[in-house]
């Protein structure tokens, strides 16, 4: 099985991450020694994508953790732990993964309390274990992802030999622990000899898909073409497109999802051209206390990123800007369902034991 690309390498308690922001010019790691470091790295966006934001987080409380000396006792312990989860969960907004990444470890740590039997020193390293398993279960997630979401597009277009995927911003390695959720599917049915062409958007005002998709397609000699945004409509009627698949920062309960913004209008577009929209996240992105997309906070990213390319102002000085990171497709256009590691499932189906 072919290696994908790795953007956050952890090794023994040392933590390092690509930054994004170079790529695709230079691919350069920098160190994350304690759980600041990765707040400023996700905030400035240095890492991103829903899983690797959680990933990087639990990792960089991990690192630190290692470092401690053993604490008095298990609550000043779990209350550190809390404190520190809390504030990374702060860095974005909209992505639901480190927040639910933190509630899961603030349960550990509630029941590691409970048990009498177990030291300090031995809950510290159970605390330390259940970090760090992030990385090797969201490899393990990606891949089942991949496998059920090729599948169901492939079922779906039984009668085609090779598909046409358009997919927006970048899912891939570099947004998750590896191999990826909707470029997982992509890699999936490459895999298959299933693909015949990934279309992948811009995805403007930070270019996700021309600096880092691409980059990754052209790594892993996946037949892809770019187009800018505002082609997808001309796009999806000259190439017959067969899916969209795109990745998820939340899913509400009721199948709305949160994703980079753009995504609404491919959803829009996909129905108009009677092509099926996928959505391809793992179960922690679904957001079960949250009713439906009205309720998903939507961050509001910096107006220089969108006046200006690196240091250069393209936009004429004095505009006003809005420059929302993320937008809400409702249900109802996620024709060909959510994928995730247990399966495909319509938006109205998703439950929370699934
Ligand atoms: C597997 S990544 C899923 C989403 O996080 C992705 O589609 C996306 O919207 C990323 O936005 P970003 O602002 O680059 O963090």
Known sequence: ???????????????????QLLLPESCTFIPICKVEDAWAAIREMKVRGAPAIAIVGCLSLAVELRKLAVPESKEELCR???????????????????????????????????????????????????????????????????????CDITKKNATKDKLRIMTHCNTGSLATAGYGTALGVIRSLHAASKLDQVYCTETRPYNQG????????????????????????????EFKMDAVVVGADRVAANGDTANKIGTYQLAVLAKSHDVLFYVAAP?????????????????ERPHSEMTHTGSTRTAAAGINCWNPGFDVTPAELITGGIITEKGVFKPDQLAPHQ
Request: charged content about 20%; hydrophobic content about 45%.
């Open 210 to 237: 021309s600096r880092l998709t691409a980059f990754e397609l052209v790594y892993e000699k996946i037949p892809a073409t770019l187009v800018c945004d505002s082609m997808a409509a001309a796009a999806m009627r």
């Open 80 to 150: 550190m732990v809390k404190e520190k989860l809390d504030y990374l969960v702060t860095s974005r907004p909209t992505a639901v993964n480190m927040q639910l990444a933190a509630e899961s470890c603030v349960q550990l740590c509630a029941r590691l309390s409970d048990n009498t039997l177990l030291s300090v020193a031995e809950a510290k390293g159970d605390i330390v274990k259940h970090l760090e398993a992030t990385l090797a279960n969201d490899v393990a997630d990606n891949r089942a992802i991949g496998e059920h979401g090729a």
């Open 283 to 299: 179960f922690s992105s679904i957001d079960f206390q949250i009713p439906n997309g009205h309720s998903i906070p939507i961050e």
């Open 1 to 19: 099985m072919m290696a994908t690309l790795q953007a956050i390498k952890y090794n023994d308690g040392q933590l390092e991450i690509l930054d």
